[in-house]
């Protein structure tokens, strides 16, 4: 990988948001990443404690121009989880940082609904559009089951994939706005052009391992496995 190609996997509770109960037991991942030269950086899914995340920017020289919902879900980009708990996310860094908010155009109700977020601060695409970080390029796939908008970020030979796809597992799809045959369709077909050499990065630590290629998870993850949606919805019904 590139020297000038930024990249950091941050794990909530160890290092960052330390001490907090729900951010430890959740095991979520932000993504740091960006341009070392030009010093251009954006967080992938800041939550629990941003401001402590765009410290850490900060401290490495980075300048934050931009974050990245992969999903609304308040344990990736804050809101109030569950109807209980409210987990700080980027409504909160935006108090600190003008900077846009990159979501597929299905996620852009549910971001609003759910993270607080208006759509002055969203900056909305569709399925293989590119973000450009310095000279770093994000290609931003549209990957829907988990929720409607759900997006993974391919860059750099990394595939960064939110609650889409696990090492072991993939994401939930009977929470509002999951749709298993959706769900089915991303893995099948959606993810079929990311390369077995590109490294899974997934957005929350479900297995022992932080990273895998993507030829050893196609050929370990069991939701993977199944060759018809028939198949894949007798292991999950929709």
Same mark, same amino acid.
């Given at each position: 990988?590139?020297?000038?190609?930024?990249?950091?996997?941050?794990?909530?509770?160890?290092?960052?948001?330390?001490?907090?109960?729900?951010?430890t037991?959740?095991?979520?991942?932000?993504?740091?990443?960006?341009?070392?030269?030009?010093?251009?950086? $954006?967080?992938?899914?800041?939550?629990?404690?941003?401001?402590e995340?765009?410290?850490? $920017?900060?401290?490495?020289?980075m300048?934050?121009?931009?974050?990245? !919902?992969?999903?609304?879900?308040?344990?990736? $980009?804050?809101?109030?989880?569950?109807?209980?708990?409210?987990?700080?996310?980027?409504?909160?860094?935006?108090?600190?940082?003008?900077?846009?908010?990159?979501?597929?155009?299905?996620?852009?109700e549910?971001?609003?609904?759910? !993270?607080?977020?208006?759509?002055?601060?969203?900056?909305?695409?569709?399925?293989?559009?590119?973000v450009?970080?310095?000279d770093? !390029?994000?290609?931003?796939?549209?990957?829907?089951?988990?929720?409607?908008?759900?997006?993974? $970020?391919?860059?750099?030979?990394?595939l960064?994939?939110?609650?889409?796809?696990?090492?072991?597992?993939?994401?939930?799809?009977?929470?509002?706005?999951?749709?298993?045959? *959706?769900?089915?369709?991303?893995?099948?077909?959606?993810l079929?052009?990311?390369?077995?050499?590109?490294?899974?990065?997934?957005?929350?630590?479900?297995?022992? *391992?932080?990273?895998?290629?993507?030829?050893?998870?196609?050929?370990?993850?069991?939701?993977?496995?199944?060759?018809?949606?028939?198949?894949?919805?007798?292991?999950?019904?929709?």
């Open positions: 990988m590139s020297e000038r190609f930024y990249f950091r996997q941050l794990l909530a509770g160890r290092d960052f948001a330390v001490g907090d109960a729900l951010a037991s959740m095991r979520n991942f932000t993504y740091a990443l960006g341009d070392r030269e030009t010093g251009d950086a $954006v967080l992938v899914d800041p939550a629990y404690r941003p401001s995340l765009l410290e850490l $920017v900060v401290a490495d020289g300048s934050l121009v931009g974050v990245v !919902a992969t999903h609304f879900h308040p344990d990736h $980009v804050g809101g109030t989880l569950m109807g209980q708990q409210h987990v700080e996310g980027v409504a909160e860094l935006l108090t600190l940082v003008n900077v846009p908010v990159h979501v597929q155009a299905e996620e852009v549910w971001m609003k609904a759910r !993270a607080g977020l208006g759509v002055d601060a969203l900056a909305i695409h569709h399925d293989g559009e590119r450009d970080v310095g770093v !390029a994000l290609t931003l796939l549209h990957t829907p089951g988990h929720t409607p908008g759900s997006q993974c $970020v391919l860059v750099n030979g990394r960064l994939s939110g609650d889409t796809l696990f090492i072991d597992g993939c994401g939930r799809t009977d929470f509002p706005g999951g749709d298993a045959r *959706e769900m089915y369709k991303s893995l099948s077909e959606r079929r052009r990311v390369s077995d050499e590109t490294v899974l990065f997934p957005g929350h630590l479900y297995a022992a *391992e932080s990273s895998m290629s993507m030829g050893e998870v196609r050929a370990r993850n069991f939701v993977l496995a199944p060759q018809s949606q028939d198949e894949w919805l007798a292991m999950f019904p929709s």
